[in-house]
Structures are given as C-alpha cells and as structure tokens.
C-alpha cells in the first residue's frame, strides 16, 4: 500500500521544504499533477518543476499525471525531467495503444487514467501495455473535490479484470481520498492512494499518520 502526496495541495513558495516533508513522513510516490487548461479547466506545472525537484535526490517515485491535451508532444520532456512514471489520460489519447508503447520504451513506466465518467472497456485491449491504471474518483482539475462513491464499484471491477487476466498491474486512486474513506478504497482492490489536501492542509506528519493508520 503507497502513499502519493500530491504536490497540487503544496506550498508552492515552499515547494522543497513540503516535499521533503512527505518524503520524511514515508511517502513512497510524489503525484505531480499537470493541467494545461484545455483538457482540465485549471493550468499547474510542467517539466521544469519536475527537474528542479529531480536534482534535489528525492527518494520518491516520480509521478506524473499528464491532465493535457496532446500528451504526445510531451512525454521526451517529462522523460528527460526525471518522471519515473507517465500517467496519460484515456481521452486525450487517439492512439493510446502506440502513446503507452512511446511512453515505455523511453524505460519509464506507464499508467493510463479514467475520467469519473469513462467506462473501463475503453481500455481492455491495452491492460497488457500497462504498469498501471489511475481512477479518478473526482473528476479532474483542481485539489479538495468530494469522492464519488459509485467510483468504489468501478475499483472493484477493475481489480477482478487484472486478477481475472493474472496481470500486475497497480491501482491508484485519485480525488477526494480522506481518513474516512480511504480504507474503503483500499479494500475495493487500490493499491496506491492520491492525496492533496488531506496531507497538504495540515501537519504533514499527522495527516500521512491517519490514512496510514486506516491501511493497516
Ligand atoms: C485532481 C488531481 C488530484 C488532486 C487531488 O485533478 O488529479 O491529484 O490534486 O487532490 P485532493 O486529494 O485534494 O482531492
Ligand atoms: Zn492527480
């Protein structure tokens, strides 16, 4: 069970000194989420804030959850930024099959994510291509949204599918994740829990703690 702290919720003015704050707190993935605008109505980071933090030897998985348009015309950037995992969305992607393949054999990991509202047939036929597959348990764009409880029945499917086709496949959730309801997350088959502001607003500390506590 992983913890991936999204730096959405972070200080920006004191981007390092939270990072290294969930990285004390035992966070195993740091969640950096890009929003150009377009697919999602807000606009965050790009690469450049990826690579200062890379040179600063942060002992977290790379993250990188790509809410753009065009992911394509990204992915070499975000590469050589330091991610260790690219996250695309299903809907931004016209070939998704050939993006994930783009995404690997650059030797980075590759997820595909789920709008709240997109079946997981639209991905049955890449689920080999992948290392992991993000759901969206708010619909994308901005940190301290409510979860959507019906996604909890779409986590579960999801797992019988991989469990069912013996693949190894990680399940992150994203949005809305709190003391209250990640254990239910965890037991509907996630594996890697997004939080923003349930670490960020808040003592770091006490805030990893309690959902930590609700995944034992
Ligand atoms: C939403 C982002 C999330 C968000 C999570 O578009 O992808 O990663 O920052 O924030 P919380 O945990 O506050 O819902
Ligand atoms: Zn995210």
Request: hydrophobic share 40%.
């Amino acid at each position: 069970m992983k913890l991936a702290p999204s730096i959405l919720s972070a200080d920006f003015a004191r981007l390092l000194e939270d990072v290294k704050k969930v990285e004390n707190a035992g966070c195993e993935y740091l969640h950096i989420d890009v929003m150009d605008g377009h697919f999602v109505p807000n606009i965050t980071i790009g690469p450049l804030v990826v690579k200062a933090l890379k040179k600063e030897n942060i002992n977290m998985v790379f993250d990188v959850h790509l809410m753009i348009e065009n992911p394509d015309n990204y992915i070499d950037e975000f590469v050589n930024s330091g991610a260790d995992l690219i996250t695309v969305h299903e809907e931004a992607c016209t070939h998704l099959h050939r993006t994930l393949q783009n995404i690997k054999s650059k030797g980075v990991k590759a997820g595909v994510s789920l709008n709240p509202a997109t079946p997981i047939e639209n991905i049955y036929y890449v689920l080999e291509e992948l290392d992991m597959v993000l759901i969206m348990s708010v619909n994308p764009g901005f940190g301290g949204q409510s979860f959507i409880e019906p996604m909890l029945e779409k986590i579960k499917k999801l797992k019988q599918i991989i469990d069912e086709k013996g693949l190894d496949i990680d399940i992150q959730v994203d949005g809305g994740i709190k003391p209250n309801n990640i254990k239910r997350v965890k037991e509907a088959g996630a594996n890697i829990f997004v939080a923003g502001s349930a670490i960020f607003n808040g003592n770091i500390d006490d805030s990893v703690k309690k959902l930590r506590d609700e995944l034992k």
